[in-house]
């Protein structure tokens, strides 16, 4: 008989321990310990792969591994790394009713039609939603095989016939495996179902796509469980009641995770948008103050975003602070620079900072149209509409260089805007500048001030 014993497992984050906690030392949550018994599964099952060692000088298996298939949407393949690889694990998550089951279906015909038989499980929802959803998108293809389970050694079964060259998950959370004790959508079951998904794939050397659902706090369930686990991690995002959808790769191990794919979603499905600064400007108001344009650099893409900030006096002894779309942190560090650095006093004002769109900026280049677009709230000064900044700001205030200038310019060039501020740099270094585009190039935030006053004249 198997040697038990029992542990304790947080159903939030799958931290184990011997012993009962009342909050999780990991993930900080309350009253998440649930008991179990602890059996060694996935190790008797490595065993049974049968992997022999390759010479590095084996051409044969890295052009297999090299060899990127593509699904024929545009915006997903950029994403992945410019197509997907056999024996790849992709894991996709996101919010309920963001359009993650739309995404797959989507891909699913595609691939159907172009490349070869998938398998798609639906452990969520019954054969006729999925069809009545397919049918919408025009996803129905012959190669495209439904299978309805949610038990895993069933769903092996299936993928082990090896007649499918890609096969779909949807969802992880809503499969189990028996010999497991652990409820379904636990953490447990959801890391011992994804490790034996990835063996299969990686053993068969098929690619796989796993749906997950989002935990409350924005991990795909077990933070970072399953990404050590799969080959890629893609979120698709997006706000609930507005069309646009945002796809990114957290990790990716055949690709940048720079790469965003923008999609629409319509009544047919997911729309491409291959012009998203367009999108995303859409509906930017113009001539109020606390906007901002900033060419983010999303890859090899630069796509245009507004950055908004609301800088208003405090009713409350401890004002109120809220970021959407950026690092939390760094909006506070750059608040700090602003009243030590440049004098401007904000400790007794509620600050509110915020990308349009629902797209989530982690570049530094974003710190000078914050701080810009903070200042404007500030004084209730707009900044004129056809004007744009970015830069990354440094604790003595100072505006420091940032890579793809030149993409970045272009772009703003491109969608008509007549000034940027930028680092300043040597004439020699400034980048080659696109024709009636003026370039304000500063040293320091102090110097943003006097922009100000001077409009404050006029
Ligand atoms: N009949 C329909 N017509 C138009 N859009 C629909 C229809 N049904 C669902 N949708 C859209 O699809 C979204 C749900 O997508 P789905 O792929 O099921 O999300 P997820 O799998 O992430 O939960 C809904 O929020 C809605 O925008
Ligand atoms: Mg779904």
Not at 118 to 143: C, D, M, P, T, W
Not at 253 to 282: D, W
Not at 329 to 338: E, H, P
Not at 359 to 374: G, K, N, Q, W, Y
Request: aromatic share 8%.
């Amino acid at each position: 008989m198997a040697h038990e014993k029992k542990i304790y497992e947080c159903s939030e984050c799958g931290f184990e321990s011997p012993k009962w906690f009342g909050k999780c030392p990991q993930c900080e949550s309350w009253n998440p310990f649930v008991e179990k018994v602890a059996r060694n599964v996935s190790k008797n099952k490595q065993k049974s792969i049968e992997i022999h060692p390759i010479s590095i000088f084996d051409s044969n298996h890295i052009e297999a591994f090299s060899q990127k298939i593509l699904t024929g949407i545009g915006e997903f393949d950029r994403v992945v790394g410019g197509g997907i690889i056999r024996g790849a694990v992709i894991l996709i998550g996101g919010e309920p009713g963001i359009g993650k089951s739309t995404l797959v279906i989507q891909i699913a015909g595609m691939w159907a039609k172009n490349n070869g038989d998938v398998l798609y499980i639906h452990g969520e929802e019954s054969f006729h939603q999925v069809k009545e959803r397919a049918q919408r998108i025009n996803a129905v293809h012959k190669n495209l095989f439904m299978y309805s389970s949610t038990d895993m050694n069933d769903i092996l079964s299936h993928i082990d016939t090896n007649h499918f060259s890609l096969v779909i998950i949807d969802s992880i959370q809503s499969i189990s495996n028996s010999e497991v004790d652990s409820l379904p959508g636990s953490i447990t079951q959801v890391r011992e179902c994804t490790y034996e998904l990835v063996q299969k794939a990686k053993q068969l050397n098929i690619p796989m796509i796993i749906i997950g659902h989002i935990t409350k706090e924005g991990y795909i369930a077990g933070p970072k469980v399953l990404e050590h686990i799969v080959d890629t991690v893609l979120y698709f995002e997006g706000e609930g009641k507005q069309s646009l959808r945002v796809l990114r790769a957290i990790k990716n191990r055949f690709g940048s995770t720079h790469e965003m794919g923008v999609f629409e979603m319509c009544y047919e499905g997911l729309k491409e948008v291959t012009n998203p600064s367009a999108i995303f400007l859409q509906e930017r108001p113009m001539g109020v103050s606390g906007s901002i344009v900033f060419p983010m650099l999303g890859g090899s893409r630069p796509l245009l975003v507004e950055v908004q900030s609301l800088v208003g006096k405090s009713r409350i002894p401890q004002p109120r602070r809220g970021v959407m779309g950026l690092n939390n942190q760094r909006v506070s560090l750059l608040t700090a620079i602003l009243e030590k650095k440049a004098g401007i006093y904000l400790s007794d004002r509620d600050i509110f900072v915020n990308i349009a769109g629902g797209v989530f900026v982690d570049e530094t280049a974003v710190d000078l149209p914050v701080v810009i677009s903070m200042l404007s709230s500030f004084w209730d000064s707009p900044i004129n509409s056809d004007w744009t900044a970015f830069g990354e700001v440094g604790l003595t205030g100072e505006i420091r260089r940032v890579n793809g200038s030149r993409i970045r310019l272009n772009e703003i060039a491109k969608f008509g805007f007549k000034t940027c501020i930028i680092p300043r740099v040597d004439s020699s270094d400034l980048p080659e500048k696109p024709e009636n585009l003026q370039i304000i190039s500063l040293e320091n935030i102090r110097e943003l001030i006097p922009l100000f006053k001077e409009r404050e004249k006029k």
